[in-house]
Every structure is written in C-alpha cells, then in structure tokens.
C-alpha cells in the first residue's frame, strides 16, 4: 500500500462544475495535509493546507479532512479551463518535517 | 528574491560525470528540503537542513548524492557519478520554522537529463 494514495486521472469536468479531488493516506498519526497544484513543467505551487478534521475553504477551493477514515478531498467550485493542471495531494507522517506525496491527480476542464 | 531559487535550470550531463545544483531559499528561512520528481510521479523525499544541520538524509538514493548547507542559507546538491536513472527534476523547498505542519514553497526546479 501506498502512503498517500491519488487517482491519476485524468478527471475531466465542464466548466463551470465541481471537481472532487480525493486522497488517502496510511499513517494514522499523521497531522498535516497539502494539496498542490502543479502545471505541466512547472514546480508544485501551494493551494491548501488543513489541519483540523472539517471543512477550509479559501476562494473557489474548499479542503476536507476525515482523519478517522484517513481521507482529504480538494473541491474546486467554478471550475475554469484555467484550472486544468495535475493536482498533488502531500502529507507530514509521523512527525517529520518531509513531505510525502501522491503521484498527482491530472484534472481536465473543458469549455 | 520574493521566492526560491534553484540553479542551473536546466543540466545536461554526459554519464559518469559529477553535476552541482543550487537552492536559495527564501530569506530568514530555517528548514530546506530538497525533493526528486520523475516524470509522471510525485515529487520523492531527498534530504531536509535545518540551518546547517542535515536532520534528515533518509531519502538520498546512493552515497553518490551529497547535500549541504555551511551557512544555513544557500544549500547544493551534488551527484557524483551520474547514472541515467539520475535524469529528473530537482525540487527544492523551504519554510521560515522548523516544526512539523508548515507549508512548504517550492523553487522552479532543475530539470536534469543524464545522456
């Protein structure tokens, strides 16, 4: 099993919909959860971070996390082609400063 | 700079030889990472200074990588030997603290190609 667990995508949504994009990781223990956004040959670029189980919303861009079922989720409202990129979830396990990523998300969204 | 930089951005090296990459994290930041993208993957855990001091080198593939940080600002990160498997993106990242839960910010990265 994979610490931090992605669907690669890609997911493809009109504009204008919401995209769900989901993530489970596998040490319980852990504390922190990151979502990035990263376009193609470009570098990982922060969008979320949260902390606490429940909602955080930020613009069109709401982060969920259920520590219980060791699940984090980006929802992204509005969606716009502008948008399209491959999302990465991140995750601190077991205290340490590094973090582990999942193989990304591709999110296509067309006109 | 506003931001993390990272030199060259680009490296071509023939096989064998040794190649120095650069990181200059943002300013006042404590903790550096340095991470390895292969193409189509997530970014993989390299190696973590806090200050100067290397607190984590777990995720260096081989003693033919050595990273260090003298000053606790500029950071380098060599590959002696390089092997083809070498070829991928070299992320850096830093945060202003040193505990655990800080959002990290990412350079643009050197793109590395091993002929």
């Known amino acids: 099993q994979k610490e931090v667990e992605q669907n690669s995508g890609p997911l493809s949504v009109p504009e204008g919909a919401i995209a769900s994009l989901n993530c489970t990781y596998s040490d319980r223990g852990s504390q922190s959860f990151f979502w990035y956004r990263q376009y193609s040959g470009k570098s990982p670029e922060l969008i979320m971070f949260i902390y606490s189980n429940g909602d955080k919303e930020d613009g069109r861009f709401t982060a969920q996390l259920n520590k219980a079922s060791q699940y984090v989720s980006l929802l992204i409202r509005d969606s716009q082609p502008s948008d399209s990129a491959t999302y990465l979830c991140a995750v601190n396990m077991g205290g340490f400063n590094k973090l582990i990523f999942g193989t990304g998300t591709r999110l296509q969204v067309f006109p | ?115």
């Open chain 2, 1 to 115: 700079g506003a931001g993390v930089s990272q030199s060259p951005r680009y490296k071509v090296a023939k096989r064998g030889q040794d190649v120095a990459l650069r990181c200059d994290p943002i300013s006042g930041h404590v903790s550096l990472f340095w991470y390895q993208q292969a193409l189509g993957q997530g970014p993989e855990f390299l190696t973590y200074f806090q200050n100067e001091a290397q607190l984590d080198k777990s995720g260096l593939p081989s003693d033919r990588f050595f990273a260090e940080r003298p000053e606790g600002s500029v950071s380098t990160l060599k590959i002696q030997r390089t092997q083809q498997e070498d070829s991928a993106v070299y992320l850096c990242a830093s945060t202003w603290g040193q505990g655990t839960g800080q959002p990290q910010h990412f350079g643009d990265g050197t793109r590395l190609s091993i002929l």
